[in-house]
C-alpha cells in the first residue's frame, strides 16, 4: 500500500525558534498533500492543502506566514512553524493524495512538536 | 456545511464482545466515507474505506457499512481484542470537495 513518512516524529524546541516538518510520499507521487493539526482528545483539523508547485490554500484562522507549506516536489511536502510559541505545540499529521475525486488519502504518522 | 458526529465519545467493553460504533454525516453528497484506528501519540490507520456507490466493506474482524441517504455509517467490531484499543475515527470526503471531514472520534477501550 501506499506509504507517506513523516520526519521528525518528535520534535522539542524553545520559544522564538522555527520548526520545519518533512512528510513524504514514499511509493506514489502525490499531486496533493495536506497538512492537520490535532489537540489532545480532539479530532483533525485540516491547517491547508497544497498542490505541487502552487502555493497552499490555508483554512480559515490559519496563519500563512506562521505555518509556511512548500510543495516543491511530488513527493515532498513542508510545513515550517515560524517564531514558535508554546501554544504552538500540537500533534501535525500531514496526508497525500493522487488526484483529484475519489483517490484516496494516504496519512502520515504524525509529528509531536512541543515548544518549550 | 458538512458535519461528522460520532457516538458514543468513549466506550469500554470486556474483551469478547462484539460492539459498533455509530458515524453520522449532515451531507449525503460525499464521495466516500473512511473509518481510521488511531493509537495514542500515534499517526492514523486506515480501516476500510466506503466509497459512496457501495453498501458495506469488510476486513477480517471489521465490517463498515453506509447508509448515503441517512447519512450514517456504522463500525461494527466482532469479538474484541484488548488490542482493539484505541481511538476510531470516521472521515468523509464530500462531493465536489477535496477536504475530508473528521468526526472527533470514539475512544474504545477492551478489558481483558
Known amino acids: 500500500g501506499a506509504v507517506v513518512s513523516q520526519h521528525p516524529s518528535r520534535v522539542i524546541c524553545k520559544s522564538g525558534t522555527s520548526v520545519k516538518i518533512e512528510c513524504r510520499s514514499l511509493?506514489?507521487?502525490?499531486?496533493?498533500m495536506f497538512w492537520y493539526r490535532q489537540f489532545p482528545k480532539q479530532s483533525l483539523m485540516l491547517m491547508a492543502t497544497?498542490?505541487?508547485?502552487?502555493?497552499?490554500?490555508?483554512e480559515q484562522g490559519v496563519e500563512k506566514d506562521k505555518f509556511l507549506i512548500n510543495h516543491a516536489s511530488l513527493t515532498l511536502s513542508t510545513l515550517t512553524v515560524t517564531s514558535a510559541h508554546p501554544e504552538d505545540s500540537s500533534f501535525y499529521i500531514c496526508?497525500?493524495?493522487?488526484?483529484?475525486?475519489?483517490?484516496?488519502?494516504?496519512f502520515g504518522p504524525g509529528t509531536r512538536l512541543t515548544v518549550t | 456545511k458538512q458535519e461528522v458526529t460520532q457516538i458514543p465519545a468513549a466506550l469500554s467493553v470486556p474483551e469478547g464482545e462484539n460492539l459498533v460504533l455509530n458515524c453520522s454525516f449532515t451531507?449525503?453528497?460525499?464521495?466516500?466515507l473512511q473509518w481510521f484506528r488511531q493509537d495514542p501519540g500515534k499517526g492514523l490507520t486506515s480501516l476500510l474505506l466506503?466509497?459512496?456507490?457501495?453498501r458495506e466493506q469488510t476486513s477480517g474482524r471489521l465490517n463498515a457499512s453506509l447508509d448515503k441517504s441517512s447519512g450514517r455509517s456504522t463500525l461494527y467490531i466482532a469479538a474484541s481484542q484488548p488490542g482493539d484499543s484505541a481511538t476510531y475515527l470516521c472521515?468523509?470526503?464530500?462531493?465536489?470537495?477535496?477536504?475530508?471531514?473528521f468526526g472527533a472520534g470514539t475512544r474504545l477501550f477492551v478489558k481483558a
Open positions: 496526508s497525500a493524495r493522487v488526484g483529484q475525486g475519489i483517490h484516496e488519502q494516504y
Open positions: 511509493d506514489f507521487q502525490a499531486t496533493t
Open positions: 497544497s498542490n505541487e508547485g502552487s502555493k497552499a490554500t490555508y
Open positions: 451531507d449525503s453528497a460525499i464521495y466516500n
Open positions: 466506503i466509497q459512496s456507490s457501495q
Open positions: 472521515a468523509v470526503r464530500p462531493t465536489g470537495g477535496f477536504k475530508t471531514i
